[in-house]
T-cell receptor, first 109, second 115 residues
């Protein structure tokens, strides 16, 4: 069965510190992984996807199939990064997204 | 271009009552998805429409939930009768295609509280 695990409910860092939000998955096929973000009072939006291999707002995430991980990283956190972050896996058979429980990132000045 | 819209934004009903949630996808998006987040838990898939057809309804919790998408445009999700455990945030998302690489765009959600 597909499963996405985000072990941290809350990650609190100071501005300028490095950030790593952990995501591990279990999936039998070839996964498509995403990071979604929900800022306060805004809707859930796509941050980045592994197939694009891009950096958005300074965030990057590398798919590690050996460790079944897709950790989200940013070298220097900003206060505006404070939000709820969800790791998600797309079921390529049925197209639905399978989400983790989310990690709240709090960046303090 | 307007994004995915959902109505109402909040709904408070008593156990046993009926509630209907509505989702208007982005114009031209054939794929429409319903998800929900129950307090403290992950966002879970409910079902997927392609135009007016149910492509995958494996996430529907029980027969108290009925989703429709007549005409392949907006969709409704009816809960009848509502139970306490149905409380949560119901999200709708739409995408142009269901293929690899196509983004699902989410609506703001409807917060349902069953008392």
């Amino acid at each position: 069965a597909q499963r996405v695990t985000q072990p941290e409910k809350l990650l609190s860092v100071f501005k300028g510190a490095p950030v790593e939000l952990k995501c591990n998955y279990s999936y039998s096929g070839s996964p498509e992984l995403f990071w979604y973000v929900q800022y306060s009072r805004q809707r859930l939006q796509l941050l980045l996807r592994h197939i694009s291999r891009e950096s958005i707002k300074g965030f990057t995430a590398d798919l590690n199939k050996g460790e079944t991980s897709f950790h989200l990283k940013k070298p220097f956190a900003q206060e505006e990064d404070s939000a709820m972050y969800y790791c998600a896996l797309r079921d390529t058979g049925f197209q639905k997204l399978v989400f983790g429980t989310g990690t709240r990132l709090l960046v303090s000045p | 271009e307007a994004g995915v819209t959902q109505f109402p934004s909040h709904s408070v009903i008593e156990k046993g009552q009926t509630v209907t949630l509505r989702c208007d996808p982005i114009s031209g998006h054939d794929n429409l998805y319903w998800y929900r987040r129950v307090m403290g838990k992950e966002i879970k898939f409910l079902l997927h429409f392609v135009k007016e057809s149910k492509q995958d309804e494996s996430g529907m919790p029980n027969n108290r939930f009925l989703a429709e998408r007549t005409g392949g445009t907006y969709s409704t999700l009816k809960v009848q009768p509502a139970e306490l455990e149905d409380s949560g945030v119901y999200f709708c998302a739409s995408s142009q295609s269901s293929g690899r690489g196509y983004e699902q765009y989410f609506g703001p959600g409807t917060r349902l509280t069953v008392t």
